[in-house]
């Protein structure tokens, strides 16, 4: 919420069980939840530890998750936070809670710091759209660059980002030493989709008629988040019904409000389509 400075979770019960698909990413990211557990295994053979990885990705797809499943994995403490968050941001401040962050972090660590939506803050310097707003966008990604520099790769810290801009990013995020890892995490493919749907389903009070596989084939260009909310609305929609459990017809309709709301978005995206 905007009222606190971010978000910090000392305990993270969420774990890659809880991340369905996505197994090139969940395997490139092992390496971080070793690097947490054991960094002395790569620092006493001279290794530097990577500071900072990238997720990138459209929305939906479970960055978050996967940062927090790191986070859970490896039973180290997650602060996040949101480039959004400082957007009209008053003069100082954004710089101010880089470096509040910063200081929890370090005194937290070994630790992961998240920082959702980078692209708002980290944006390429002086090619921003908005005049006037421009210049403490900038303060604030510069004490980002300042206290990225700041750490030694051995404290403990690994900070983890997430956009899907990468293109827009400002190169100097991108160097050796900073965001140097990137991670692609891509819309599910059918079997991502049966794989995310079982997670979902697995609270849920189901018919007989309920098959994954067949969710998973109607819901092509679902991201996960919408693949969740539909197994949300299908058990609401059955409630509603008054039903003891949850079958296909409920599901369908949960499906069916799902595609309408994408097709409203991508409308007011792209209105002359
Ligand atoms: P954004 O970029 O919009 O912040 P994101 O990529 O960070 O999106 P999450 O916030 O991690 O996406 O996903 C939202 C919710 O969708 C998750 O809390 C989870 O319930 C569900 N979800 C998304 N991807 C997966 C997945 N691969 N497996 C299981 N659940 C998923």
Redesign the pocket.
């Known amino acids: 919420s905007k009222a606190t400075l971010f978000e910090g979770e000392s305990k993270v019960r969420i774990t890659f069980n ?5 197994d090139e990413a969940k395997e490139e990211i092992q390496e971080i939840v070793e690097f947490l557990k054991f960094p002395k295994k790569f620092t006493d053979l001279g290794g530097k530890i990577p500071k900072g990885a990238l997720l990138v ?1 459209p ?8 940062a927090k499943a790191v986070a859970g994995e490896a039973g180290v403490p997650f602060f996040s936070l949101s480039g959004s968050d400082f957007v009209e941001m008053f003069v100082g401040v954004g710089a101010a809670r880089v470096r509040d962050l910063f200081k929890q972090a370090k005194e937290k660590a070994p630790c992961i710091i998240f920082i ?2 980078i692209d708002a803050v980290g944006r390429s310097r002086g090619r921003g759209s908005m005049p006037g707003g421009n210049d403490e966008r900038e303060n604030t990604l510069n004490s980002l660059l300042v206290e990225m520099d700041g750490f030694a790769t051995d404290s403990g810290i690994i900070i983890m980002a ?1 956009t ?1 801009r990468p293109d827009i990013l400002d190169p100097a995020l991108l160097r050796p030493g900073r965001f140097d890892r990137q991670i692609s ?1 891509d819309k ?1 493919d059918i079997i ?1 989709r049966e794989a ?1 749907f079982k ?2 389903l697995k609270p849920l009070k189901l018919g007989k008629d309920i098959d994954p596989k067949e969710l998973a084939a109607q819901t092509p260009g679902f ?3 919408e ?2 909310n539909v197994c949300n609305e299908a058990a609401l929609i059955a409630a509603r019904r008054n039903k003891q459990e949850i079958d296909m017809n409920d599901f369908q309709e949960a499906m069916d409000r799902t595609i309408g709301g994408l097709e409203k978005k991508n409308k007011l995206i792209s209105p002359e389509e």
């Open positions: 809880d991340v369905a698909g996505l990705g929305p939906g797809t479970g960055k978050t998750l996967l959702d939506e997430a899907n995490i599910p991502g995310i997670v979902h991201a996960g988040a693949i969740a």
